[in-house]
Each structure stands twice: as C-alpha cells, then as structure tokens.
C-alpha cells in the first residue's frame, strides 16, 4: 500500500541527526520509498554513506552540482516525493524556512516545494524556547506546515527540558497520519471522549469541582478528528475552546455525563478523560446554604456518582470495542492503574501522577504510562496534544490489528 509513497527527507545539523537512520530503517521497513537531503552541518553528524545505505538511494547535498541539477534538478526533487520531512529541524532551518530563505539545498527545496512540509525540531532548551524560536514556529504553524514534537527530557548538552528530537516511531506515526490525507484511518468510527471535572451541586450557588482543565481530553477529540473519527466530545465545565470538527455536548454532573455518553453510543471507541467527581450531594438543597451566627458549619452528607467507566467497559450490548480510561493518582500510580483496568472492564488506562508537584492538573504537560492487558508503556513527559496525538496513533493500530 505504502510503496508507491516517496518522502525527501532533511536532515539538518543537529546533536540528534543520528536519530534519522532509524526513522530511514522504519520508513523503508513500511516501503516508503525515501530519498535524503543532508545539509553542509549535517554531514558533521551523520555520514551521507549511512544515509544512502539505509535508503538505497542517492544522497543530495549541493545547490550547486552540475551532475545533480542534470540528473534531477532542485525544483524536481523538491516536488517528486509525497512529503517533506526535515528530522532533525535545527533551530537555523526552521529560521531560514520561516524567513523563505534558500541558500543551500535544503532551504531552497523547502521554498520551492508544492507538498506538504513535516519538521521535526530538536535543539538545545534554550534554543527552543527562544522567542525567535517561537515565533519561527509561529509562521510556519499558521503557513500549513506540520510540526511533530519535541519531546522533553535529558538532552546531549546536558540540560533538560523540551528541545529533544521526537522518537523516530512517533515521527513515523506523523508521516503516516499525514500520508494517509484523503483517506484518514480512523474514517468511518465514531469516538465518544470525555473531557474535564464535573460540577455537583451543594445548592443553588455552590458546587464540589476538581482542577481538571478538560486539556487533555480536548486535545485527544482534536487528534482523533484529525485522524478522520466522528467524535461526540463530552465536556463538563471547561474554558478550552472547541475543537474544530468535534460534536460537544456540554454537561455539569457526573450523571448528565453519563446519559450523554449513553445517548452517543454506539461507538467503536470510549476515552473517559475527564475527572468525574466520585462523590455528590446526598440531597442538594433547593435553597442557599445560610450561614448563621453560632451556628456549627452545615455536615455534607455525600453520596456515589454512577461509574462512568465501569459501565461504559461493562455494557452488554454497544460495548465500544476500546474503552480507554485514565486513572489519575497521586500514590502507588501502577498498581492502582492495574487494579482500575481490570475492575472497570476496560482495556486500557492512561495511567498520570497527579501530586500536586507534578504540576500536570491544569498543565500543558503529562507524563503517563499506557496500562494494556499485556503491560505497561512510560511515555516521557509531553505535551498534552503530543500525548494525545500519540494515544490516537496506538488507536489506529489497535484498529489496524
Ligand atoms: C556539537 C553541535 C551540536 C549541535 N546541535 C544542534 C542541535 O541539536 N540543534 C540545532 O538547532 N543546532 C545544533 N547545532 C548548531 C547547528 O549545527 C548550526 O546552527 C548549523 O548552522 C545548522 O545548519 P543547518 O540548519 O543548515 O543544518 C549544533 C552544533 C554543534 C557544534
């Protein structure tokens, strides 16, 4: 299927160039056809002999060559493949891209180029997180070029922080998603996610909520429509802005939650992402709580919430064929996500650590583990729309089984 699909890909002068040769050994492992372009900077870190052995192609690297330009000129070469890829994207490429400079190869293939454009960045934190940086970015974003990391975590210069090149395997799951264009892999199924707190009332004024910011759930129903689901999005209160091509419906308790997503079924996925109060109101009172002088503080007598969860992952008929939970904790993390997946009938659980130093509750950041019924995986801390993106892709291939 992938055979007849061709990608140029940059690489360009960075610590993590090495990291090409893998993404060249799984794109070629999938029969992607892959022709290289190396920079001048480039070469400093990887070899155009490992690149063309991996790719069993003719590596480029000059503007000027006589016998390049008559075998295929630059303005060929940058519109033959499907998709361009620069991996690793130096902090000096995605400048001279956002600048439409072209005074090499590599640059000017980018100018030229009538196709769709990936960069994968990777720098050193400082670099990343420079406001030039940022706003490079910025440009490209708002110019239609995709953009796939980085992560964050240990780097080569001995820092830490975001600026570390992409794994090649979520890389490769960019491509694809990008690839598969017109006809998007999760066409065709439907996805019902859940998003944000829930809000039970005390009385007319008052409420029990929790800090969930409805990022991450919002974020996991933008990557599932991006890769072609009808997604029915159920949000408790939240100030996220809606994502585009999503159906929202919006409720406030646990209970209104779980009608909604009934009413939405059937689907082939369910991502319960929003942190559903356990507990409401015995009995809400009808008026406000009055506060009297001498009085004692009034007693909340609680009561349990429906399991949103566990009735999703326990229903007989409709049951979505993936029903995914999170399990936010603030102690004994994967014991508790393990116990959670089993209890609930559910197949996965997007496992975080929510103790307060973390700082995920409301951050744009999550580190999670992915509990399935044959282990664990650790994710490194990322974004949350990385997270996301990257939970839509282990969703495809679920599908793809
Ligand atoms: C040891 C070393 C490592 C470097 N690593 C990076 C890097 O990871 N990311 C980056 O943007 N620049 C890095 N640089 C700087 C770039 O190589 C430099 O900006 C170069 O001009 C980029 O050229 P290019 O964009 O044409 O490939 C590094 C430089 C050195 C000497």
């Given at each position: 299927m992938t055979e007849s699909k061709k990608i140029l890909l940059i690489v360009s002068?960075?610590?993590?160039?090495?990291?090409?040769?893998?993404?060249?050994?799984?794109?070629r492992a999938k029969d992607y056809g892959v022709t290289c372009v190396l920079t001048r900077a480039g070469a400093q870190f990887v070899t155009p002999l490992s690149l063309q052995a991996l790719s069993e192609q003719k590596v480029y690297s000059e503007l000027f060559s006589l016998t390049d330009e008559s075998e295929m000129g630059h303005i060929q070469l940058s519109r033959s493949a499907d998709l361009l890829v620069v991996a690793p994207a130096s902090a000096d490429i995605l400048a001279k891209m956002a600048a439409g400079l072209a005074d090499d190869l590599a640059s000017t293939l980018l100018l030229a180029t009538d196709k769709p454009v990936l960069v994968a960045p990777a720098m050193n934190v400082r670099m990343w997180q420079h406001p030039a940086t940022q706003a490079n970015l910025a440009t490209l974003t708002v110019r239609g070029v995709h953009v796939v990391g980085p992560d964050e975590?240990?780097?080569?210069?001995?820092e830490f922080g975001p600026g570390r090149l992409s794994e090649p395997q979520a890389i490769l799951a960019a491509i694809e998603a990008l690839l598969t264009g017109g006809k998007k892999p999760l066409t065709g199924r439907h996805a019902i996610v859940t998003s944000g707190p829930t809000h039970e009332p005390i009385d007319p004024v008052r409420y029990i909520a929790n800090r969930?910011?409805?990022?991450?759930?919002?974020?996991?129903?933008?990557?599932?429509?991006?890769?072609?689901?009808?997604?029915?999005?159920?949000?408790?209160?939240?100030?996220?802005?809606?994502?585009?091509?999503?159906?929202?419906?919006?409720?406030?308790?646990a209970r209104e939650m779980l009608q909604a997503c009934e009413a939405a079924l059937p689907a082939d996925v369910f991502v319960g992402a929003a942190a559903v109060a356990d507990w409401r109101m015995a009995a809400e009172a009808t008026e406000k709580i009055k506060k009297k002088p001498g009085a004692a503080p009034p007693a909340l007598t609680l009561t349990l919430n429906p399991d949103i969860l566990a009735t999703i992952g326990q229903i007989k008929?409709?049951?979505?064929?993936?029903?995914?939970?999170?399990?936010?904790?603030?102690?004994?993390?994967?014991?508790?996500a393990a116990a959670k997946?089993?209890?609930?009938?559910?197949?996965?659980?997007?496992?975080?650590?929510?103790?307060?130093?973390?700082?995920?509750?409301?951050?744009?950041?999550?580190?999670?583990h992915l509990v399935t019924a044959t282990g664990t995986e650790d994710w490194p801390r990322l974004h949350k729309e990385e997270v996301a993106r990257r939970l839509a892709a282990r969703?495809?291939?679920?599908?793809?089984?």
């Amino acid at each position: 299927m992938t055979e007849s699909k061709k990608i140029l890909l940059i690489v360009s002068g960075g610590i993590a160039a090495f990291k090409a040769l893998e993404l060249i050994r799984l794109l070629r492992a999938k029969d992607y056809g892959v022709t290289c372009v190396l920079t001048r900077a480039g070469a400093q870190f990887v070899t155009p002999l490992s690149l063309q052995a991996l790719s069993e192609q003719k590596v480029y690297s000059e503007l000027f060559s006589l016998t390049d330009e008559s075998e295929m000129g630059h303005i060929q070469l940058s519109r033959s493949a499907d998709l361009l890829v620069v991996a690793p994207a130096s902090a000096d490429i995605l400048a001279k891209m956002a600048a439409g400079l072209a005074d090499d190869l590599a640059s000017t293939l980018l100018l030229a180029t009538d196709k769709p454009v990936l960069v994968a960045p990777a720098m050193n934190v400082r670099m990343w997180q420079h406001p030039a940086t940022q706003a490079n970015l910025a440009t490209l974003t708002v110019r239609g070029v995709h953009v796939v990391g980085p992560d964050e975590g240990a780097m080569a210069c001995h820092e830490f922080g975001p600026g570390r090149l992409s794994e090649p395997q979520a890389i490769l799951a960019a491509i694809e998603a990008l690839l598969t264009g017109g006809k998007k892999p999760l066409t065709g199924r439907h996805a019902i996610v859940t998003s944000g707190p829930t809000h039970e009332p005390i009385d007319p004024v008052r409420y029990i909520a929790n800090r969930s910011s409805g990022k991450q759930g919002h974020a996991i129903a933008a990557a599932l429509a991006a890769l072609g689901a009808r997604v029915t999005l159920v949000s408790g209160p939240v100030s996220q802005p809606e994502p585009p091509g999503v159906a929202i419906r919006r409720v406030e308790t646990a209970r209104e939650m779980l009608q909604a997503c009934e009413a939405a079924l059937p689907a082939d996925v369910f991502v319960g992402a929003a942190a559903v109060a356990d507990w409401r109101m015995a009995a809400e009172a009808t008026e406000k709580i009055k506060k009297k002088p001498g009085a004692a503080p009034p007693a909340l007598t609680l009561t349990l919430n429906p399991d949103i969860l566990a009735t999703i992952g326990q229903i007989k008929k409709n049951r979505p064929r993936l029903v995914i939970g999170f399990a936010a904790e603030t102690d004994n993390l994967l014991a508790n996500a393990a116990a959670k997946r089993t209890s609930k009938g559910c197949d996965w659980i997007v496992a975080n650590d929510v103790s307060p130093a973390t700082g995920i509750m409301g951050g744009d950041e999550n580190a999670i583990h992915l509990v399935t019924a044959t282990g664990t995986e650790d994710w490194p801390r990322l974004h949350k729309e990385e997270v996301a993106r990257r939970l839509a892709a282990r969703i495809v291939e679920e599908f793809q089984k």
